[in-house]
Nanobody, 122 residues
Framework: QVQLVESGGGLVQAGGSLRLSCAASGRTYVTYPMGWFRQAPGKEREIVAHINPSGANTYYSDSVKGRFTISRDNAKNTVYLQMNSLKPEDTAVYYC???????????????WGQGTQVTVSS
């Protein structure tokens, strides 16, 4: 099972940038598609982006498309989320996940890290 540790969150002003990292343990990490989710207070967890095992294919939710970039370094067992042009509505706890594709959709395993808080002030 892949263990995940997120980092890189913090407080930033609107328009600013942050880079989140997700360190994964386990020799099979490179075989998994990986995703970033977020959960704002009082809201359900939602998908932000996901990336296939090679890193060649990515997906973004409409709310972050053009502002966020997901990438992975399989040599370092790490997935990144570069977040630019941040907005107050991006405020949430961000989680990374390992998962799989089913019917063309990314499905996360129920194996979450502790998350990292991102707060964007207006």
């Amino acid at each position: 099972q892949v263990q995940l540790v997120e980092s890189g969150g913090g407080l930033v002003q609107a328009g600013g940038s942050l880079r989140l990292s997700c360190a994964a343990s386990g020799r099979t990490y490179v075989t998994y598609p990986m995703g970033w989710f977020r959960q704002a207070p009082g809201k359900e967890r939602e998908i932000v982006a996901h990336i296939n095992p090679s890193g060649a294919n990515t997906y973004y939710s409409d709310s972050v498309k053009g502002r966020f970039t997901i990438s992975r370094d399989n040599a370092k067992n790490t997935v990144y989320l570069q977040m630019n042009s941040l907005k107050p509505e991006d405020t949430a706890v961000y989680y990374c996940s390992s998962g799989y594709y089913s019917g063309g959709y990314y499905q996360p395993y129920n194996n979450w890290g502790q998350g990292t808080q991102v707060t964007v002030s207006s």
